[in-house]
């Protein structure tokens, strides 16, 4: 998916780097084709995790919840339904599959 951002980046872009659930597992994680989209657009590409800024999650909370009943924020989320699906979710996740949030749905109540 990097390869597709990095084609469509402006130049001076800025990318925020968290999760790569999909590399955890693997033996060798995989490369990107297009890395030089990186110097030439003068990108800059930042790594976080959370632990980083946990003392303003509170704000951030506060914040995000405003705008999710504005509208303002539109999420996907990966729906599989029935508990059975639930193995084969878990494994999509490591291998890249699911798109957005991965939800389990057991029931429709």
């Given at each position: 998916m990097l390869d597709a951002v990095l084609?469509?980046?402006?130049?001076?872009?800025?990318?925020?780097a968290c999760g790569m659930i999909s590399q955890y597992n693997l033996e060798e994680g995989?490369?990107?084709k297009n890395l030089t989209q990186v110097i030439t657009k003068r990108l800059r590409?930042?790594?976080?995790?959370?632990p980083d800024?946990?003392?303003?999650?509170?704000?951030f909370v506060?914040?995000?919840?405003?705008?999710?009943?504005?509208g303002k924020i539109v999420y996907v989320e990966?729906?599989?339904?029935?508990?059975?699906?639930?193995?084969?979710?878990?494994?999509g996740?490591?291998?890249?599959?699911?798109?957005?949030k991965q939800v389990v749905r057991i029931s429709n109540e």
């Open positions: 084609e469509n980046m402006n130049n001076h872009g800025r990318i925020a995989q490369g990107i590409i930042e790594g976080f995790i959370i800024y946990w003392e303003r999650y509170p704000q506060e914040k995000v919840r405003g705008y999710l009943k504005e990966d729906i599989a339904d029935g508990l059975e699906n639930a193995p084969a979710a878990l494994v996740l490591f291998e890249g599959k699911n798109i957005g």
